[in-house]
C-alpha cells in the first residue's frame, strides 16, 4: 500500500485520513515495515525515486553472479530474467540471437564464443543500467525507431523541463516473424512503426509522438494514396494516433546514444545519405526575389591553394569566380579568404541582399558568433569579414554540408591543382548543357510503332524480336505476363486480376 503525491503540500492530510481509515476498520499496520517520508523505494520490483525508474540492484546482482548456462534449462532461466528488465536494455531482441538459436528444438547446446561475448555485454550493461524517466502530459514524446533485417529496436524519449536534454522512457525490441522479415524495407518499417504505437499504447495515444529520422519516407507513403492493401491497412491503424515526422538535426542525451551505438551499420557499403525522392522531402518557404546567392569554398594541397565563389542572381544567372593563392596558408585561411573574395564581388555587382553558404564550420560559426575566434592569424580575417558584411542591408550565413557544396567544391580543386605562370592565359571557364546523348545525331529514323509493339506482337505470335539477346527475351516474357490481349485490343492485368 502506497500513498504518493506529486507535490508535497496536501501529504500529511492525506495520509491522515488513511490512518483514520485503517482505524475505522481495525486494520493493523507493522511498524517495521512501514517507511513514512521515503523519497524512493521498491515497487513492482523496481526502484522508483525522484530521478525516474531504475532496476532493482537485487535483481541485478542474481544475473552478474550467473555463470554461463550449460543447458536449455538455464539458457531460458537467463532470458526469463532478462525479459523483466528488458524495457532497459537498447536492442535487446538483437543482442540475444544467438542464445535464441539454442532453445531451437532437437539442437544441441554449443557454447561458443558468439554467445559468450553476447552473456559478457549484458552483464557489462548492468553494471551501470539506464534510468528511465516518466513521461509528462502536455509534452511530445520523441521515437527513435531502427529496423534490421530480421528485428527491430525502439527507444522512447521526452525532453526534461529545460527542454534541451533528451530522457529515456522507455526501450523496446522484437523479433520479426518468418513473414515479417521478408517485407521491403519500407513496409517492415511500416510494420515497426505499428507495433510500437500499439505495444506502447498508454503513452502514444495520450501524447504528440515524433518520429525522428534523417529522411521521412513513412511521411509520404502513409499520406499519399496506396493500392497496397498492408499499407492501407497500417494507414487505417495509425489514424488515432497523433504522429509527426521530424527531420532529426541533432542527438542529445547519452541515453538516446545508447540505443544508436547499438545498430552499427556493418560491411565495406558507405552509407549512401541521399533519398530518392529527396527533393520533395525539404520544402523550402516563399524566398525573397531579389536575393543573391553565394557559395564559396577554399582548397589546400601540395600542388597550391585556391579560393572559389559561385555567385547566383535572382534570375538564376551562376557567376564562377576562382583566385589563385601565391603565400603559404592554412585550410581555415583559405576558407576566410574565399568567402571575403565572394563579398568583394558581391559588392561590385552592387548585391544588396545576400545569402552565403559554405562547408567551413569555422568560417560560419565564427561569423554567426557561435564560436569563439581563438586564433590570432583568424582575428583579422575575422574583423575584415565583419566590415565587409556591413556593405549590405542583409546578409545571411548558413553552414551547408559538403555534399551540397560539390560544384564549389570541384572547381576550387580545379583550380588548385592547375599552374598559372605569367606565360599561360587561361580562358573563362564555359560550361554548356546536353539534353541528350551524342549518338542521337546518328538516328536516321523515327520508330512510329506504339510502345506496346513488342508485347503485342509477342502475345499473338509468341515469337520474339529479331536481334534480342537472352536478357531482352526474358524481360519482354515478363512484361507480357501482366498483359492480356482480346483481339486486336491490349488489357493490362491489376493485382486483383482486373483488366483495364
Not at 532461466?77 to 544467438?98: C, D, H, K, M, V
Not at 534541451?164 to 511500416?190: M, R, W
Not at 515524433?210 to 495509425?238: E, G
Not at 564559396?296 to 593563392?325: C, M, Q, W
Amino acid at each position: 500500500m502506497i500513498a504518493k503525491l506529486r507535490e508535497g503540500e496536501d501529504h500529511l492530510i492525506n495520509l491522515e485520513q488513511i490512518l483514520d481509515r485503517l482505524k475505522e476498520y481495525k486494520l493493523r499496520l507493522n511498524p517495521a515495515k512501514c517507511t513514512f517520508g521515503a523519497k524512493s523505494g521498491k515497487l513492482l520490483g523496481f526502484i522508483v525515486s525522484e530521478h525516474g525508474i531504475e532496476v532493482d540492484p537485487d535483481k541485478v546482482k542474481a544475473i552478474l553472479e550467473m555463470p554461463p548456462p550449460k543447458t536449455v534449462r538455464e539458457v531460458r532461466s537467463f532470458l526469463g530474467q532478462l525479459n523483466y528488465i528488458a524495457r532497459f536494455i537498447a536492442n535487446l531482441t538483437n543482442n540475444r540471437q544467438p542464445l535464441f538459436r539454442l532453445l531451437r528444438k532437437n539442437a544441441a547446446i554449443e557454447w561458443d564464443d558468439r554467445c559468450q561475448k553476447v552473456f559478457d555485454t549484458i552483464k557489462e550493461y548492468l553494471i551501470q543500467p539506464s534510468i528511465l524517466v516518466l513521461p509528462i502530459l502536455g509534452r511530445p514524446l520523441i521515437l527513435y525507431l531502427t529496423v534490421r533485417r530480421q528485428s527491430l529496436g525502439c527507444m522512447f524519449g521526452q525532453k526534461d523541463k529545460s527542454m534541451h536534454v533528451e530522457q529515456a522512457i522507455y526501450y523496446l525490441s522484437k523479433k520479426f516473424t518468418e513473414g515479417e522479415s521478408n517485407y521491403p524495407d519500407i513496409e517492415k518499417l511500416c510494420c515497426a512503426l505499428v507495433w510500437v504505437m500499439q505495444r506502447l499504447r498508454q503513452y502514444t495515444l495520450y501524447h504528440t509522438n515524433r518520429l525522428l529520422s534523417k529522411a521521412d519516407p513513412l511521411k509520404y507513403l502513409l499520406d499519399s494514396p496506396s493500392s497496397m492493401r498492408s499499407i492501407v491497412k497500417w494507414r487505417c491503424q495509425l489514424a488515432e494516433y497523433d504522429n509527426e515526422f521530424v527531420a532529426r538535426t541533432s542527438v542529445k542525451e547519452q541515453a538516446i546514444a545508447y540505443h544508436l551505438a547499438e545498430f552499427p551499420i556493418g560491411g565495406n557499403t558507405p552509407i549512401n545519405p541521399n533519398f530518392p525522392y529527396e527533393g520533395i522531402l525539404q520544402v523550402d518557404g516563399e524566398e525573397d526575389s531579389l536575393a543573391w546567392k553565394m557559395y564559396f569554398d577554399g582548397a589546400v594541397n601540395s600542388t597550391g591553394s585556391d579560393n572559389s565563389v559561385v555567385l547566383i542572381s535572382p534570375d538564376g544567372r551562376h557567376y564562377l569566380i576562382a583566385e589563385k593563392i601565391d603565400f603559404p596558408c592554412t585550410n581555415n585561411v583559405a576558407e576566410y579568404e574565399a568567402c571575403m573574395l565572394g563579398l568583394q564581388a558581391a559588392i561590385d555587382f552592387k548585391v544588396n541582399e545576400l545569402k552565403v553558404f559554405g562547408d567551413s564550420m569555422l568560417t560560419i560559426f565564427h561569423t554567426l558568433g557561435q564560436w569563439k575566434t581563438k586564433d590570432k592569424k583568424l582575428v583579422p580575417y575575422h574583423e575584415y569579414l565583419e566590415k565587409l558584411a556591413e556593405n549590405f542591408e542583409r546578409i545571411t550565413f548558413t553552414y551547408t554540408p559538403r555534399i551540397k557544396n560539390q560544384f564549389v567544391d570541384a572547381l576550387v580543386t580545379l583550380a588548385s591543382m592547375v599552374s598559372i605562370t605569367k606565360e599561360n592565359l587561361i580562358e573563362p571557364l564555359e560550361i554548356e548543357i546536353t539534353k541528350g546523348p551524342a549518338y542521337c545525331n546518328a538516328i536516321k529514323a523515327i520508330d512510329t510503332k506504339p510502345w506496346y509493339e513488342d508485347i503485342k506482337h509477342f502475345l499473338q505470335t509468341g515469337q520474339y524480336p529479331e536481334f534480342t539477346n537472352r536478357c531482352d527475351r526474358k524481360t519482354l516474357w515478363l512484361l507480357a505476363t501482366h498483359y492480356f490481349l482480346s483481339g486486336e485490343t491490349l488489357y493490362k492485368r491489376s493485382f486483383d486480376a482486373t483488366l483495364l
